[in-house]
């Protein structure tokens, strides 16, 4: 039997701060997927999605949809990048079951960047209007509350970009 050589990216970080740009980054390289959540909830949800509830309730209704689908692309030996945020400990243990259940790597990237930054570059990205969805200054005050930086004693291999 062969070792699967696929792996799952894992992206980590506050409301802007690079990881779809990341994402596409890792996208690039040979026999790799992006899958974007923001892509599929803007083009399924699209309307639904005007509160964080409705991103809580959309965001479990895709993963649930994505789960066997994403785990039969790892199986097969195609590596994911995962572009949703994998920004809490149980939004991890969600991703954790996808490798686990695939037998491949992972790689969680997180991307370390203070609030200051991820508010100037999310202001550029309303301003560009190339997002599926704007956040306000109060929405990602109130996203970044959630955020749990991943820690060691998760057991994910951690690679941390930062400035």
Same mark, same amino acid.
């Not at 050589?5 to 980590?12: D, E, I, K, P, V």
């Not at 509830?53 to 949809?65: E, G, K, P």
């Given at each position: 039997?062969?070792?699967?050589?696929?792996?799952?990216?894992?992206?980590? +970080?506050? &409301?802007?701060?690079?990881?779809?740009?990341?994402?596409?980054?890792? +996208?690039?390289?040979?026999?790799?997927?992006?899958?974007?959540?923001?892509?599929?909830?803007?083009?399924?949800?699209?309307?639904?999605?005007?509160?964080?509830?409705?991103?809580?309730?959309?965001?479990?209704?895709?993963?649930?949809?994505?789960?066997?689908?994403?785990?039969?692309?790892?199986?097969?030996?195609?590596?994911?990048?995962?572009?949703?945020?994998?920004?809490?400990?149980?939004?991890?243990?969600?991703?954790?079951?996808?490798?686990?259940?695939? +037998?491949?790597?992972?790689?969680?990237?997180?991307?370390?960047?203070?609030?200051?930054?991820?508010?100037?570059?999310?202001?550029?990205?309303?301003?560009?209007?190339?997002?599926?969805?704007?956040?306000?200054?109060?929405?990602?005050?109130?996203?970044?509350?959630?955020?749990?930086?991943?820690?060691?004693?998760? +057991?994910?291999? &951690?690679?941390?970009?930062?400035?």
């Amino acid at each position: 039997m062969t070792k699967n050589t696929a792996t799952l990216h894992l992206l980590a +970080g506050k &409301i802007a701060a690079g990881k779809s740009t990341l994402a596409a980054d890792l +996208g690039r390289a040979p026999n790799t997927v992006v899958v974007s959540e923001d892509e599929w909830l803007s083009a399924l949800f699209g309307d639904e999605m005007r509160t964080l509830a409705d991103y809580v309730r959309c965001s479990s209704r895709l993963r649930t949809a994505l789960e066997p689908h994403l785990i039969d692309l790892l199986s097969s030996g195609v590596s994911v990048v995962l572009d949703f945020a994998a920004n809490t400990p149980d939004t991890r243990a969600w991703m954790r079951e996808l490798f686990t259940k695939a +037998g491949c790597e992972h790689r969680l990237h997180y991307l370390d960047f203070p609030d200051e930054i991820c508010r100037e570059r999310l202001h550029q990205r309303n301003a560009e209007g190339l997002h599926p969805f704007a956040a306000s200054d109060a929405e990602f005050d109130r996203v970044t509350s959630y955020f749990v930086p991943p820690s060691a004693d998760e +057991g994910f291999d &951690i690679l941390i970009h930062n400035a």
